[in-house]
């Protein structure tokens, strides 16, 4: 299920580390540390002449958005990912920052609904961007391509999770009824709620991270 790859840069715990192991945080990578519904958007606006806006993705199906078959919309997601275009995205302002604070503390872990069969794409852009900052991903597949699942939920319990970060209102249920603190990443239109269920919190940006993270897992940790 996980994938350890020390050699491609994630991080190695030192032998203090480990009789003194952080606590885990697990962090998502579309929408949280990559873009990925922005470059989409533009992609399909300029390769098919629509004009969709960021008001327009109200569900983060794309099939939805687009108006295409699951098949159809799945073969052009992925015909992004496994491009050379997909490498060269930025990620999201100010995670660098926040990133380094957090990994003082915790050990980081990437949970991504990305299929296995993108690892490749994805830990490229890890190293690229967040050397040494992860310890792992974890690749627990998505409903809508066919190609294999396990719930968010599975994967935090099972590596012992202190907190979520996620932009996915559906996850920020799941995981916080079984006892799994969240925080809600951005205000997008496919997460806005007027409410929130208990040990959830919304961050705004990055910027907003760190203090919301130590608010619900404890920041006094010497």
């Known amino acids: 299920m996980t994938i350890a790859r020390p050699s491609l840069g994630m991080a190695d715990n030192t032998e203090a580390e480990l009789q003194a192991k952080k606590p885990t945080l697990a962090i998502d990578f579309d929408e949280v540390l990559f873009p990925l519904s922005l470059e989409l958007m533009n992609r399909h606006n300029e390769q098919h002449g629509t004009s969709f806006t ?27 990912l496994k491009s050379e275009d997909h490498i060269n995205v930025p990620p999201l302002a100010e995670a660098a920052d926040a990133l380094e604070d957090l990994q003082r503390k915790y050990e980081l872990l990437v949970v991504t609904s990305r299929d296995r069969q993108l690892r490749q794409q994805t830990e490229a852009w890890l190293l690229l961007y967040f050397p040494g900052v992860f310890s792992d991903v974890v690749h627990a597949g998505n409903p809508h391509t066919g190609l294999g699942f396990q719930t968010k939920v599975e994967i935090c319990q099972q590596s012992n999770v202190v907190c979520l970060i996620d932009d996915s209102l559906d996850y920020a249920h799941e995981c916080s009824g079984a006892g799994i603190p969240v925080i809600l990443f951005g205000r997008y239109p496919w997460n806005e709620s007027s409410t929130l269920p208990s040990g959830v919190l919304r961050a705004e940006s990055w910027a907003d991270i760190s203090g919301l993270v130590h608010s619900l897992v404890g920041g006094d940790r010497p």
């Open 54 to 80: 960021t008001n327009d993705y109200v569900t983060y199906v794309p099939s939805e958005v687009w108006g295409h078959t699951s098949l159809e919309s799945v073969a052009k997601v992925y015909a992004f």
